[in-house]
């Protein structure tokens, strides 16, 4: 409980970002809204912002290094090609 608390307070809102289209020349959150409608200011599905989403975000990347970790010891138990995790992400 504690750790998520700690967790919260470091990281809370730092997870937004612009979408809508370029987003390279986007640095803040004023950039993102001046560029005009399609461009929106949106917060990760899983983010650090209370402690009901500290536990959602953790348990999250937990499952997706188990899954994983699973998927390339068995790739390497039978000889598959296991993919980065970016492609799985993408």
Do not use: E
Not at 38 to 66: H, I
Request: glycine share 10%.
């Amino acid at each position: 409980m504690t750790c998520g608390v700690r967790v919260s307070q470091l990281f809370k809102g730092m997870l937004y970002h612009c979408v809508g289209g370029d987003v390279s020349d986007v640095v803040n959150k004023t950039d993102c809204l001046n560029k005009g409608p399609p461009f929106r200011w949106v917060n990760c599905k899983y983010n650090f912002d209370d402690l009901g989403q500290v536990g959602r975000t953790f348990r999250a990347s937990f499952l997706l290094n188990a899954f994983y970790t699973s998927r390339i010891m068995l790739g390497r138990l039978y000889g598959w090609l296991v993919p980065p995790i970016t492609a799985l992400l993408a």
